[in-house]
């Protein structure tokens, strides 16, 4: 018989799940919550042998529910629509798994059994409860995509556990694994990440892990995958803390990793990444890493630790210890539903204790956006986000980033800016990449790199947009944002200088005007105006904000742009 782990606060919202400190003895079945009309969670009490009809009508079913998890559905057998355990007999476990597997097979799926319980109402019978995961690549993509920003302080093992996922060797302790992940040269001397680096670690529809073991290539685990996880490898020490930030504004992860050193807890930079995933809204997990090198009780101490900071005011966190494959399954899906768990792995990127469990979590891990709203995006118009410039042999410039809405395809004509006397230039989209495989259509919500040819690369810079034409779109050097002041030494006030991030844009602003106040204190909110020092940018309203200057930070979101033509661009920035 088996007996979750109970959750530190009563969480009435969270859907049922097998691993919520449920105990499957005693007469009467247990009640859990109904099942949702939205989502990827199926439940069914049993699929014995279904008429044609209900076959049909099983499978459309299905479909809905692989729409709504973007490609993932869990099908919960044995489980009432109302959510009551009852559990099945073996024999009907079996024929409703077959049916399961039949009506998979219809859809192009593939189906894997999470876990299995079992539920004893005082029956000599045996019943259980089966879980199964069912995973389709939809038809109008190559693979399922999430995106993971990895956090976390200097030298807590961010690139060598990157390096071990994705390489598929365990490190020497010496940092042998993150050689491969390193893009400059003082990098792999200090050992430490100075810029964004991006590693796949890919996923079959069976569940199986698809990385560099093999010696495979980027495109072969593009190919073999039907789940790719793209980590986002951003710098830990502290003189590098804007271009984590611009990794975190700028490539919108769905998720992050925070990593903790189990032998130094909570130290350096890892309050403020955890401050910038809570400001920024990004949902996250964490994971103790180095668990090797200490004692249990450290162990235990630094995750005691951890706890604490996250049941904090300013966190409102549910933390969950996962210790076995069934807690890696539970956390996966609650943490879906519920932005306020936070699942936290002990784990070894040496002696690769542990590491398995991260890997289940991945695995089943759902696309935390909702695919109505990834609809809605696709609809709007083309907007593309410039993170990186490179020149490629033979190629020419390319551009790597996100498509905020729309769809972008190889042979589009899209206008680019804007430039730092406002304008907005003519391109053409050759050809498309994401992650490191060609592409003909781009989604909104997804990543890739876009070849323009001979475009000249020196009218290119971070923070541009390229657009459909016909948006015609407004570009502003002066803008009103609702802010909070999280921290300032003295006070904030009209004058004072900060480097400003939304989204792709990073650029320092001057304090123009504070509405109805002279001056602000931490804590403190207001209306500010901002005026960019350096050339106008494409900004939209209610993109959310973030600024600092040394110690200085507050967060916010734009509430008014004062849009300028090109010509007042110009004239503004002395042309």
Known sequence: MWTGTAWPIDLPSLQVDLGRSLDFTGSEPLQGAPEAEDGNIEYKLKLVNPSQYRFEHLVTQMKWRLQEGRGEAVYQIGVEDNGLLVGLAEEEMRASLKTLHRMAEKVGADITVLREREVDYDSDMPRKITEVLVRKVPDNQQFLDLRV??????DSGKSTLLGVLTQGELDNGRGRARLNLFRHLHEIQSGRTSSISFEILGFNSKGEVVNYSDSRTAEEICESSSKMITFIDLAGHHKYLHTTIFGLTSYCPDCALL????????????????????????????????????????????????ERVLKQPG???????????????????QFAQSPNVTPIFTLSSVSGESLDLLKVFLNILPPLTNSKEQEELMQQ???????EIYTVPEVGTVVGGTLASGIC???????????????????????IQRNRSACRVLRAGQAATLALGDFDRALLRKGMVM??????????????AEIVLLFHATT?????????????????????????KDKLRTGEKAVVRFRFLKHPEYLKVGAKLLFREGVTKGIGHVTDVQAISAGEAQANMGF
């Open 315 to 333: 966190c409102h966190k549910v933390p969950m210890l996962v210790t076995s494959e069934d807690d890696a399954v539970t956390a996966a899906q």
């Open 149 to 154: 920003a990895v956090l976390g302080n200097v």
């Open 467 to 480: 657009v459909s034409p016909e948006m015609n779109p407004t570009i502003c050097s002066v803008f009103e």
């Open 409 to 431: 395809r190889e042979g589009d004509q899209l206008v680019v800016g804007p430039t730092d006397d406002g304008r907005f230039l003519e391109l053409k989209v050759c050809s």
């Open 492 to 516: 904030f006030r009209r004058g004072f200088q900060v480097t400003v991030h939304v989204g792709n844009v990073r650029q320092t602003a001057v304090v123009e005007k504070i509405h109805a």
């Open 259 to 306: 990593l903790v050193s189990a032998n130094t807890g909570i130290a350096g930079t890892t309050r403020e990444h955890l401050g910038l995933a809570l400001a920024l809204k990004v949902p996250f997990f964490i994971v103790v890493s180095k668990v090797d090198l200490c004692a249990k009780t450290t162990v235990e101490r630094t995750v005691r630790q951890l």
């Open 381 to 387: 118009l083309t907007e593309f986000q410039v993170d």
